[in-house]
Structure formats: C-alpha cells, structure tokens
C-alpha cells in the first residue's frame, strides 16, 4: 500500500504542478489545492501507514499510528485553505480590475516603473 | 575585554550616528564644530601611546568577537599603526576645521557630509589598528564605501557619480581579490592574526600558495594606492568636495595600500618578485603620475596625478627597503634608510598634500574656478595662500628648507644605494632604479613649479573668473597654515619624528632586524658633495629649463599615449559588463511566473535526486508494508480519475466538482489511515473551499471561461512528471527507512499524564505544540482580512461595482 500511495502523492504532484505551470488563473488556484494533497498524503505515508490504532489513548490499544504527521497535516490542510481562499479571491479581484484571466495579461512591461 | 582603545577606534562610528540628530536639532551651529571634537580628542589619546611604542614597543588588546570562529577584535597598536592613527586623526581634525569654512551650512547637507567622514574616519583607524586580517578586510572595504559616498556627495553631478562608481569598483575588485590573497595566508598558516602570520612566515614561504597569495594582496594594496595602471580612479575622484581630496584622496585612504605594503613587508620580503612588483611598479607610477600632473589645466588634476606620482614614490622606497631584511642585523644594513625615507616622506606627504589640496580649495572657493589657464597673478590679491601653495609645493618639488628635501635626498641615496644589492638578480638592470627616479623627480619640479607659477604670478585675467578673487578668512586658511608650519618645522627639525614616529614605525616593517639593535636614523640637511645632492641640483636645473620652455614642448605631448587608453579600456570593460550581463538577464529572467516556477522546480528535481541517489539513500523496504484492500484500490482509481478530469477538462463545472471529489477522496484516505481528525478537518474544509468556488463561479463565471482555451503544453508536463517521480521516490525511501526511534512516543506517553487529554493529535495540537496553533491561527487570520477587504475594497476609479 505504501508503494501505491507514494505513486499516488506523486501523481498528485504531477497534476497540481501541471495546472499550476499553465497561464490560467482558475487553473493554478486549483492546482496548488491538487499539490497540498498530494503533499499531505506524502506525509502521512512516510510515517508509516496502520501501524497501529488511531492515536486515541481511550481505545486502549497497544500501538497507535504516529500522531505527530497527523497534527502537522491537520496543520497543514488548515493553512492550505487559508492560502486557496486567498488566491482564489485574489484571482476574482484581479480578474475584475484588470479583466485578465491569464497570467502573462498582467505582466507589466520594463518602461512600466 | 572591550577596552577604551576599542571605544577610540569606534568613536567616530558613533560620532556618525550622532552627527544627523546634531544637523537637525541644532541648525544654527555648523554641524562641523562638534565633529571636530571626535578627531582632536582622538589624537590626543593616540599621542599618550607614543612611550608605549617607542623602540619595539607595541600594546595589545582584545575583545573576542566571533571566538566559535576564532574572529577577535584585536587593537592592535605599534609603531606603524600609531603613526597612521596619528595621521588620520591629525589630518583629519584639520580637514574638519577647513570644511566647517568651505561647506556652507545652508547650501550644503552638511549631515550627509559628516556622517560619511566620520565612517571613514572609524574604517581607517580600524584598518590601520587591526591585528585580525578579516577585520582589517571588512574596513578596507569600509572606507571604499566611505569613500564612493563622499565622492557622490554632489551626487546631483553626472561626473560625481561616474568618478564615485569608477573608484569603488576599481578598489572592490581589489578588495576581493585582497580578501582571497587573505584567506590562502590563512589557509597555509592557520591563523589570521597578523602577528601570528608573521612568525609564521618561514611556513608560508616555502607553500606553493606564497605567490598567488602574494600577488591577490599586492593587487589589492595597488588599486587601493592607485597605482599604475589602476590610477584612473584617483583623478575622477577629485570630483569630490576639497577637504575629502585632501583627507581620503591623499593623506590617508590612498595610503591603506601602503599600509598594507609595510605590514606585510616581512612575510613577503624574502621573495625577489616582491622586491621588483613593489619597486617596478612604484617607479612606474611615480614617473607616469609625474608625467601626466604636467598636462593637467585643473589644479585638483594635477594634484590627483602628483598623489597618484607620490604614492608610486613611497611605495618604491618600501620596495627598495625590502632589501634590508636579507640582512640579520642593522649594523652596515644601508637599505635600511629606504624604510625611514618611506615613513619620513609618508608624512611629508600628508603635510604638504593636505596643504596643497586646502589651497587649491581655497582659489577654487575665491576665484570659482581651478583652471590654470584662467588663473594668474593671484600673488598681491591672496598673499596668504600663495604662501601655501609656495611652501607645499617647493617642498613637494624637494627644495630646501623644507621637509620634502630631505626625504627626496634620502630617496635618492636609497635608489643609488640598491644598486649596489647583490641579489634579487639586480645586475646592471639596477641602475635603472635611480636613474627613473631621478628623471620622475624632474618632471615632479616642473609640476610644482606650474601649481605655484601658474596660478598666482602673470597676468590677472578678471575677466575670464567667475568671482572677484579676494583672500579666504582666517577660518579657512588655518588648517594649510598649520600645515605648512609642520612642513617648515619638520624641515629643520626632523629628528625630532626619528625617535618617537619614525624608528617605531620602521621596527613593526623589519621586526627581526629591530631586535638587533637601533636604526641609527639620523635625518640632515647637508650631506656633503654626494651623489644626491648633485642628482638634486640637477634636477633643479633641468627642471627649471624645462618649466621655462614648456609651451614648446606640449606639441611632444601629443606623441606619448596618455591615460585616455586605460580610462578607454575601463568604460569598454563597463560598458561589456553591462551589456553582457542585460543579455543574460533578459534572456532567463522573462517575467512570465511560469518560467520562474520551472527553474525552481528543476532546480529542486535535480538537488533532490542529486542527494538521494549521490548519497545511496534511495531504499524500498517492502517488509513492513501493508496489503492493499479492494476499498483502498477503488480510492486509488477514484483519485486518479478525477485529478486526470482536472488536469484536461475544459468544463468549469467538471473542473469544481473534481476538485470536491478529490478533496472527499482524501479524506476518506484519512479515515483508513486512522486518522479520525484529520478526516474531520477534511470533511469541512473541502466542503467550504467547494462552496468557496461555487459562489466565486456563481458571482462571476466569466472568470472560468478562460479554461476553455486550454491547450496541452508538453514541457510543462514532463517538469511535472519529474517532480511528481522525485516526490514518489523520496516517498518510497522514507517510508521504507527509520534512521532513529520517532519522537512520537513521548506524545503517546505523556500526552494524558501532562496534558490530561485522550485525542493525542489535539493535545499536540492545542498543547504542546499551542504556539504553532496560534500562529496557524493568524494566518488564517491574515488570510480572512486579506479575503474581506478584496471583496469589499473599491479602488479610486476605474471600476463601478
């Protein structure tokens, strides 16, 4: 299984990066959300996958999976919704000041300054 | 231990942080009076140190800087750094009291001014009183910033600016390569305090690095002593306002070079190379300055080339002197006398320059002009400053009674004398030396006699001066009259600097021959019917005949290649590197974010594969592996599935819902992997990010039309396909390898005993790791502020809502 999810976070990795190397705002939005999880299944298959009971001290288990991954991911989803909703309102506003969808309609030229 | 020798050497830096509160609070006072208490107080102190260095004196203090690193601060004071302290405080007291007359405190941003002097002042006293050779680096490179900004100081002029540039990367490129010349020292003998380098010099002359090292170094110390042919920078230097041509451009700034000579001339002196670099290269330069002085119209010209000429002269003598340590003692050791005659003519230099230069200020203040050609029968209308200009130059030509004589005669007994060295493969190539120096010293009698003829006997030309000439006040003559005391005084009275300045100095240059006994220096106007005195009769004489025929021999002028090709050969060399590197930059930095992204992104593909592979960390351990279940396989093929529909899909609806779907895929992942809070948080954060997307394609859809025009880009995809093998990769080896027991147990273990909590990932979370929370906190406190005010900001004009 780690073997698949390893595949798994990289194609994640293909796809957001691909989406995020286009020109299309929508698209790079989207595609960094597609690259924070891949990035956060990358973690949590590096810590080693069921390697025991979820990380609650009242099932009484004898080994429990590594919580610290899963504090750092939930960390991390919390911070990537931050960061998306941002780009995303950011992506609107810019779209309706400048009327440009396209990264390379926003470039200023070197006369510009 | 910080100790008050510390604090001297810093006081002018501190000086330069008071100076600006000083020009704003107290406007009606010159901002140049309190400075000029820094310079007078510190060279009383420096004058306390004179005992102490006297014979092989030297005092040693040290604060420990950086100790992990071995970097100390440590003050350093004998003979040779005494004697430039005292100069640079010296000198610089009196360029502050003539400033305070020649800038005017309403016209000028004296602030500005006096900041950038005081900078020097702390770099140049740092530099010179540093046993550490990365600080003594890091305030060489100090006073060449010092210096670019006192150049600018009229920075509003396009020939400030271009000289002030010119300067600084001419001495930068030196400083670079003197910092290299440091670190192969440092790397042959271990340390970079310079008194432990020096008793290990026998180490580094037998190193293969001797050479190159030695060759960094003197680059470094002749562009900063604008030596030929890196002399360029120093004329387009006098750009800069009078009293700093005076203080850096002369007396002191110009001689860190000379410094660094002397400093190093018994680690090197042994090696035949740096006896012919220094004295080839001194003599070069003495007689190109001298040369080029005489075709100069304006005063400062040729004064920058006088200096430029004087410094080649200096450094000769050093070079000449170097010869003095093949010997074990100073008995019957006659080169030594070169040595004295650098020190004794570094300071006359600093006397009759800093004079000259003031004088110069003055007609330049008076007349508002510094052509000669305009200039003339100034005589009568400023008795006092030709006065000056008579003594500074008559010592300069090294007429008698001054202090300029002596050290030209025992400049040239110490040319007569190396001819008589024996190696260094001198053979009848030595003769050369002197004959050099005596033809430059012609050309140098001509100069002087045009500084001082020219400008004030002949005719008045009113008419073509821009102001009525009229004498200075008193306020503005004082500092050169104080000068050209000194000139006079230490003409007659020169054995009176021997004990106290100049045989301390020459003890920290031949430290071993000092051991043996003393220098015997012994300075004297009358030296018999000697070689000297006839080689200084016969300069007066040719040099009269030529200053009289001049006027017929510019034609000659012509013929000789003058600055003109190295200043070419600079702009070219600028211009090159401007255009090279626009080349360059336009054609990698593009300004599309996508290119940027794709040298990141490869830049990190390589590194990482680089360290995995490189290293052997690259394992895949299946022994601990999990099976795969039929559930997992069908979330695999559900994830590919609809990140393929994202990557391709041309349908704005398809695009948002995929995106929903492979976010709840995730999740789900998360409840199989035992992550119960994780899968929470997904839950909802996924369900708000796709009613986030849908109101913003509710609100304006036009935005997502754009994804219609998609079209398959191929290289993108394969950095893309890189990236994602790298992650995967690096994903395999981790999880297949557990270099040390994880950190987590201690989390399981404690996280209900000190915490009192059951749900570890929370405690984690709002517990021991609370900060961090917190902090995750504000950004997403920032992030909604910055969401809020998008939506809601109305930008002046332009847009209707």
Known sequence: MEIIMSILAGFLFTVGLYLILTKNLIRIIIGSSVLSHGAHLLLLTMAGLKTGAPPLLGLNADTYVDPLPQALILTAIVISFGVTSFILVLGYRTYKVTGAAETDQLRGTDTDE | MFTILHLAIIAPFLAAVLVPLLYKFIPRIHT??????????????????????????????????????????????????????????????????????????????????????????????????????????TFWEITSISSFLLISYWYTKEKSRYGALKSLLITFIGGFALLVGFVLIASVTGTYSIRGILDASDQLAASPLFLPAMLLILLGAFTKSAQFPFHIWLPDAMEA??????????????????????????????????????????????????????????????????????????????????????????????????????????????????????????????????????????????????????????????????????SKEMFFMSMVEITHFSQYGMGSIGLLLPIVAWTASIFTFVYCMILVFRTFTGKLQEEKLPAKPHEAPFGMLLAPLILVALVVVFGFFPNTLVPAIIEPAMASIMPELAQTGSFGVDIYFWHRFSTELFMTIGVVLLGTIIFLVLQKWSSIYAVFPDNRLFNQTYNRFLEGIERTSYTVISWHMTGLVRDYFIYIFSFTVVLLLFSLFGTGAFAIDTANMVPVTPYEAVLSLVLVGSSLILMFTRSRLKAVISLGVLGYTVALFFVLFRAPDLALTQLTIETVSVTLFLLCFYHFPQIFDALKETKFHAANLVISVAVGLTVTLIGLSASGTRLFPAISDYFLENSYKEAGGNNV???????????????????????????YSLIKLRLAGGENK
């Open chain 2, 761 to 787: 990932v929370n405690v984690i979370l709002v517990d021991f790791r609370g900060f961090d929370t917190l902090l995750e906190i504000l950004v997403l406190g920032i992030a909604s502020l910055g969401v």
């Open chain 2, 32 to 137: 140049g009076w309190f400075v000029l208490i820094v310079p007078i107080v510190l060279f009383s102190y420096f004058l306390t140190y004179l005992p102490d260095v006297s014979g092989t004196g030297s005092v040693i203090k040290t604060f420990e800087w950086i100790p992990s690193l071995g970097i100390n601060y440590v003050a350093y004071v004998d003979g040779l750094g005494l004697l430039f302290a005292l100069l640079i405080t010296g000198i610089g007291a009196l360029v502050v009291l003539y400033s305070i007359y020649y800038l005017n405190k309403h016209k000028e941003q004296l602030n500005n001014f006096y900041t950038y002097l005081m900078l020097f002042m702390g770099a140049m006293l740092g530099l010179t009183l540093s046993d550490n050779l990365i600080v003594l680096y």
């Open chain 2, 241 to 406: 306002p009078t009293p700093v041509s005076a203080y850096l451009h002369s007396a002191t700034m110009v001689k860190a070079g000379i410094y660094l000579v002397a400093r190093l001339t018994p680690l090197f002196a042994v090696s035949a190379y740096w006896f012919w670099l220094v004295t080839g290269f001194g003599l070069l330069t003495l007689i190109w300055g001298s040369l080029s002085a005489i075709r100069q119209t304006d005063l400062k010209g040729i004064l920058a080339y006088s200096t430029v000429s004087q410094l080649g002269m200096i450094l000769s003598m050093l070079g000449a002197g170097a010869a003095a340590l093949h010997y074990d003692s100073v008995d019957n050791n006659a080169y030594t006398v070169a040595v004295a005659a650098a020190i004794f003519h570094l300071i006359n230099h600093a006397t009759y320059k800093g004079s000259l230069f003031m004088m110069a200020g003055i007609i330049d203040h008076e007349t508002g002009t510094r052509d000669i050609r305009r200039l003339g029968g100034l005589m009568t209308l400023m008795p006092i400053s030709f006065t000056i200009a008579v003594i500074g130059s008559f010592s300069m030509a090294g007429l008698p009674p001054f202090n300029g004589f002596l």
